[in-house]
């Protein structure tokens, strides 16, 4: 079946760090690709949607200069969360799909942890 | 915007009952997918419902489209410690994004 990789699994830095989270589809196309953040006990919250070669869309609300992201080909997408803070802690999680109208298939997530 | 509304929000059954729970939306959507998330992991794909009326097992789990398309149940029988996790439900419609349902979180009592 389609398989997503994602890494790293677990983070924990200092104020101000910026970290890059990697994005995989190891076995499909990936024309394009989600970047969620899920909260503890809450639902997955769609921060931005990214298509291979293009800019990507940011959900309201989300800050795309604090959030980069980058969709460089079809099996890579990356977040960098840039200057992360305290409140940036979360639980990111990535999905792919091959095309808009299929199923989405997801990463393992990162834990991100700033101290 | 569109929103998918979830229920149960959490259940304990024991170990051998079989569960429901289902999602319902007041937008029409495409596909109806079921995932499982595990603590600390990704949401894997159960099922996926592509037309309207549709009924699909994938082992002792059966999920339905419902005829109307603004409806979905997932049905798990006999069910076994495994299946604790959180559920979702998630409605695709044309070239829109994902909506989820908040989730069941399922506990099973051995």
């Known amino acids: 079946g389609a398989v997503v990789s994602q890494h790293p699994s677990w983070v924990i830095c200092k104020s101000g760090t910026s970290v890059k989270i990697e994005c995989r589809s190891l076995?499909?196309?990936?024309?394009?690709m989600f970047w969620y953040r899920q909260f503890p006990k809450q639902s997955l919250m769609l921060m931005a949607t990214?298509?291979?070669?293009?800019?990507?869309?940011?959900e309201q609300g989300v800050e795309k200069d604090k959030f980069l992201i980058n969709h460089a080909s079809l099996t890579l997408s990356t977040l960098t969360v840039t200057s992360a803070h305290p409140e940036d802690s979360s639980f990111y999680i990535c999905?792919?799909?091959?095309?808009?109208?299929?199923?989405?298939?997801f990463g393992d997530g990162t834990r991100l942890s700033i101290l | 915007g569109q929103q998918l509304n979830q229920s149960p929000q959490s259940m304990f059954i024991q170990e051998g009952e079989d569960v429901s729970m289902n999602c319902t939306s007041s937008?029409?959507?495409?596909?109806w997918l079921w995932y499982k998330q595990d603590p600390g992991e990704g949401p894997v794909l159960l099922i996926a419902?592509?037309?309207?009326?549709e009924l699909t097992s994938n082992g002792r789990l059966t999920a339905q489209f419902g005829i109307t398309r603004k409806d979905s149940f997932l049905n798990i029988s006999a069910s076994i410690p495994s299946d604790v996790g959180i559920y979702f439900c998630?409605?695709?419609?044309?070239?829109?994004?994902?909506?989820f349902g908040k989730g069941t979180r399922l506990s099973v009592i051995a």
């Open positions: 999905s792919a799909t091959s095309q808009q109208n299929q199923p989405q298939h």
């Open positions: 998630a409605g695709l419609s044309g070239n829109t994004p994902l909506v």
């Open positions: 076995d499909f196309q990936a024309t394009t």
């Open positions: 419902l592509y037309k309207a009326g």
């Open positions: 990214s298509n291979e070669g293009s800019k990507a869309t940011y």
């Open positions: 937008s029409i959507f495409n596909t």
